[in-house]
C-alpha cells in the first residue's frame, strides 16, 4: 500500500510516526488530555516517558512545536 502526502501528515500530526514532529505531536496530545493547565518539568517529563520520548532529548524547538501543538488543541 503507498501512502499519499497527506496520508503521511495526518499520520506525523497524530504521533503514529516516529520523527521528532511525530512523536511532539504525541507528547502534546497526551498533555491536552491528561496534563493541568499549568504544566511543570516532572508532568512534562512524565508525559514524554509515556509517549516514549527520552525528556532529556527534548530541544527548544521541539518544547516550541509542543506548545503551538497544545495551543491549538486547548
Not at 504521533?15 to 518539568?41: C, F, P, Q, W
Not at 508525559?47 to 532529548?57: E, I, K, L, N, Y
Request: charged share 25%; aromatic share 6%; net charge negative.
Amino acid at each position: 500500500m503507498s501512502y499519499k502526502p497527506w496520508h503521511l501528515v495526518a499520520m506525523e500530526d497524530n504521533g503514529y510516526m516516529a520523527t521528532s514532529h511525530g512523536l511532539n505531536m504525541k507528547v502534546a496530545r497526551y498533555l491536552a488530555k491528561n496534563g493541568s493547565e499549568d504544566i511543570g518539568e516532572d508532568e512534562f517529563n512524565d508525559a514524554c516517558v509515556t509517549c516514549g520520548v527520552d525528556p532529556s532529548s527534548v530541544t527548544p524547538e521541539d518544547i516550541a512545536d509542543i506548545q503551538n501543538k497544545l495551543d491549538e488543541l486547548t
